[in-house]
């Protein structure tokens, strides 16, 4: 190849023929870039030109991100959630005003030119030529809508923003001809409305009901004049043109477009005189989004619910797509809230614990039989500000809760209970129960045997409580010695396969430990978790996987397939019939009295934690089951010595904090709704009334193992952990 002389070297109008052959497709292209005539050409990036013919003729237009609505079950509005604030409208919910308004200032000859306005590219190029810089460009508002549905897919991650932005030839070559095949297939008309749907109109709101809604808390039916012509000249400059921020600028740039109707005869010069006159008369609606907005203290349980959405493979087969479908929207979510349940619950939170107060509390109520979640909420609002949280101390680690949830203390012991009774043990089994006590020398675990290697200790609440007892007694007093002979009999295998039937985990997500003090409640768990535990006693014995979700539409109005509670059988009805008497005891005369309800049949069961850094009561009725922990958010405060809510707590217990916060709340939820009872079994009152047995020696009932896990290798029984009053 000989080498070229100066001055050879392709000049814009030769660069251009050598593209397409075309000067009015190299005008175009030029001039789209609203840059200056000399060098214009030198942005191409190698290829672009003869890159042409293989851009797809296909334009795939994605989905327009919308608002979703989050209902609770009787229909009423909790929170709107969205990446972007936005409401598809049809062109006639749109104001001939603001269609007008909008051509008028983008693109006057719309109606008249194809993908390209010839006239338009020439005055721009001449322009910027003339000023040497930008001036004027000359996209036509079909490249204006193209260029928009590449920021669209792009969505909010800042580099394809700035690919689909960018100011090179390549880009405005395949703009380009993308318009030209959106004139053919679309037409001027609905190019027009996805126009108005699509654009960005400053302070959050994409699309013109969303900006009618922002500016002037209206529809954008309902536009006047003025207003659509506001709206127009924000388009160009959403910053520069804000009426909230720059009102000045914006009213100036009003006028301009209300001129721009006159000169093309959309309106007469009077009727643009006297809207150029008007004081802007702004009626903002400020933007609303996500769960910090949410009705009734629920911020947690909407959060919640978008948590499913980008976990549960119902929506989506992989991460991408779920989180693909959310930012999209235009869904509208019906969840299992019930609106009175949720009042309760926060009435009674507000009731009893402050939110400046050095602890905090957390409340979940579950619907035994369907496993719907009816309430949620806590004393920490949802927010960013001093006292505020998103941690929502309901749920797992997973599901945006804390690292490690709360230890449950003495609530843990019905799920000991339980498995004792499958395994065979009788309710009327009585063991020594002494006021102190070493942990048994060996337990059985699924993984082999626990050894007592440092002789650890363990002692109940208060130095009056020395056996024997019976089963019944001894859940109703705490009875801390008694429930850890239990499981040196039983061994720690079938209380963990119990706990894993009932849904229980630790909210880490890691495997519950196999040491036997777990029956003291040692294993951090989420009040969401063992509120749906406990409601399979008041189902007799069917556990159901908890669910936030009633139903769910897309954009287009079709169902989403949500997902539906998963119900199995945990343990046998006479099983759950034997823990409900047990229970029933607890709040009848055991230390949970200060949680009972008046004129109906509940249980449940109180919890204390080592050093007082927890409390809990966990409770049902037949048709509801709640739970309620108090404590520090970061489990370092002790509380001995307190104030709660403006009481004073020499020491906290789960029966004088968490009980009264769990009656209050339930009985709230439960007004006005029936009262069914309990099935019941006989259980002797006292271990003195009942038939002796085994004193749990501890020998367990497993195979011999492979040697044992130390005592407290991660969580050490350790003495003093409190029976749960």
Not at 453 to 465: I, L, R, T
Not at 559 to 564: L, R
Request: net charge positive; glycine share 12%.
């Amino acid at each position: 190849m000989g080498k070229k002389r100066s001055g050879e070297g392709p000049n814009v109008t030769r660069q251009a023929a050598k593209f397409l052959g075309v000067s009015v497709l190299s005008g175009a292209v030029l001039a789209g870039l609203a840059l200056p005539a000399v060098g214009a050409f030198g942005l191409a990036a190698k290829g672009s030109v003869e890159g042409f013919d293989e851009i797809p003729a296909s334009l795939k237009t994605p989905p327009l991100s919308q608002r979703t609505t989050i209902l609770d079950a009787q229909g009423g509005e909790i929170a709107k959630v969205y990446s972007r604030d936005r409401t598809v409208i049809p062109l006639n919910d749109i104001s001939p005003y603001m269609q007008q308004a909008i051509v008028a200032i983008e693109d006057a000859r719309f109606y008249e030119h194809g993908a390209v306005d010839l006239k338009g590219v020439l005055r721009a190029v001449n322009k910027n030529a003339q000023s040497g810089g930008v001036s004027e460009g000359a996209s036509t508002l079909t490249q204006q809508y193209v260029k928009n549905i590449f920021v669209e897919e792009a969505g909010d991650d800042p580099d394809k923003v700035a690919v689909a932005t960018q100011q090179t030839l390549g880009r405005k070559v395949k703009e380009l001809k993308y318009a030209i095949q959106v004139e053919k297939e679309l037409g001027k008309k609905r190019i027009l409305n996805n126009y108005l749907n699509i654009t960005f109109f400053g302070q959050q709101s994409y699309g013109v009901e969303a900006a009618a809604q922002r500016y002037f808390s209206k529809h954008a039916k309902d536009l006047t004049l003025d207003e659509s012509a506001l709206l127009a000249g924000i388009v160009q400059s959403p910053s520069r043109f804000d009426p909230v921020n720059a009102p000045k600028e914006a009213t100036k740039r009003r006028n301009t477009v209300l001129q721009r109707m006159a000169d093309l005869k959309n309106i007469t010069p009077a009727e643009a005189t006297a809207a150029q006159a008007k004081p802007l008369k702004l009626k903002i609606t400020r933007p609303k989004s996500g769960c910090i907005t949410a009705v009734d203290g629920a911020g947690f349980f909407c959060d919640y619910v978008r948590e499913t959405f980008l976990q549960d493979p119902a929506f989506g087969k992989t991460k991408e797509a779920r989180a693909k479908r959310w930012n999209e929207g235009g869904m509208t979510i019906r969840t299992t809230l019930d609106p009175q349940t949720q009042k309760s619950v926060q009435k009674s939170i507000s009731d009893h614990v402050y939110q400046n107060d050095s602890v905090a509390t957390a409340v979940s109520i579950v619907e035994p039989g369907t496993g719907k979640v009816l309430g949620m909420g806590q004393s920490r609002p949802y927010g960013f500000g001093e006292n505020q949280t998103q941690i929502n101390f309901s749920a797992d680690h997973a599901q945006g809760g804390s690292n490690y949830g709360f230890q449950t203390g003495s609530t843990f012991k019905p799920i000991l209970a339980a498995a004792a009774l499958e395994e065979g043990i009788s309710p009327n089994r009585t063991y020594s129960s002494p006021f102190q006590m070493a942990y048994p020398d060996e337990v059985e675990t699924c993984n082999g045997t626990w050894r007592n290697g440092g002789g650890e200790m363990v002692s109940n609440e208060n130095k009056s409580e020395v056996g024997p007892y019976g089963m019944r007694e001894a859940t109703a007093k705490s009875v801390n010695t008694y429930f850890i002979q239990m499981i040196g009999e039983v061994g720690v295998c079938p209380v963990t396969k119990m706990a894993s039937k009932l849904g229980l985990k630790p909210a880490s997500g890691q495997k519950m430990d196999q040491v036997p003090s777990i029956a003291l409640g040692t294993q951090g768990m989420s009040p969401l978790r063992m509120a749906a535990a406990y409601a399979t006693f008041a189902n007799r014995g069917k556990y159901c996987t908890p669910v936030l979700i009633n139903s769910a539409t897309g954009p287009n109005g079709k169902s989403i397939t949500v997902p539906k509670t998963q119900c199995s059988r945990a343990m046998s009805e006479e099983t759950a019939d034997t823990v409900n008497t047990l229970l029933r005891g607890v709040v009848e005369d055991g230390t949970g009295k200060e949680a009972g309800l008046d004129g109906r049949d509940s249980a449940g069961k109180t919890g204390t934690t080592d050093e007082r850094k927890a409390a809990w009561f966990v409770g049902y009725t037949p048709n509801m089951a709640g739970a309620v922990w108090v404590g520090g958010p970061g489990k370092n405060v002790e509380m001995e010595g307190i104030s709660i809510g403006g009481v004073y707590h020499d020491k906290v217990y789960g029966g004088d904090t968490p009980g009264p916060i769990w009656r209050d709340a339930m009985a709230g939820a439960l007004e006005g709704k029936p009262a069914p009872t309990f099935d019941t079994v006989p259980v002797a009152e006292t271990g003195r009334d009942a038939k002796p047995g085994k004193q749990g020696t501890g020998n367990g009932r497993g195979k011999p193992g492979k040697g044992g896990d130390k005592p407290g290798k991660r969580n050490p029984p350790g003495p003093g952990i409190v029976g749960g009053r």
